[in-house]
Nanobody, 125 residues
């Protein structure tokens, strides 16, 4: 099991940028693929993006393509989510999650056994 801690959330104006970090401990992160999900109160958690262990394969939800970029630095045991051109509808609690199927870029929650606590992103109009 790997422990995950998200950081970097905050309040930003529409059109602005934030970079979220997902720091891992307990296990080397290069043994895992990582996904980012987000959730708004009263709605189901939704897939945002994922990256395989090497960073060579990524997947993005349609609503973030061209605006968000996922990357990783395995030497720092950290995965990043660069979010540009933020919109009010991007406001949510953002979670990172890890799976030991490290070549995968999964989209479903149940495919990720390990989760962080989340970091809040609020985009004002």
């Amino acid at each position: 099991q790997v422990q995950l801690v998200e950081s970097g959330g905050g309040l930003v104006q529409a059109g602005g940028s934030l970079r979220l970090s997902c720091a891992a401990s307990g296990r080397a992160l290069n043994n895992y693929a990582v996904g980012w999900f987000r959730q708004v109160p009263g709605k189901e958690r939704e897939f945002v993006t994922s990256i395989n262990w090497s960073g060579g394969n990524t997947d993005y939800a349609e609503f973030v393509k061209g605006r968000f970029t996922i990357s990783r630095d395995n030497a720092k045991n950290t995965v990043y989510l660069q979010m540009n051109s933020l919109k009010p509808e991007d406001t949510a609690l953002y979670y990172c999650a890890a799976t030991p199927y490290r070549s995968a870029t999964y989209r479903r929650e149940h495919q990720y056994p390990d989760w962080g606590q989340g970091t809040q992103v609020t985009v004002s109009s």
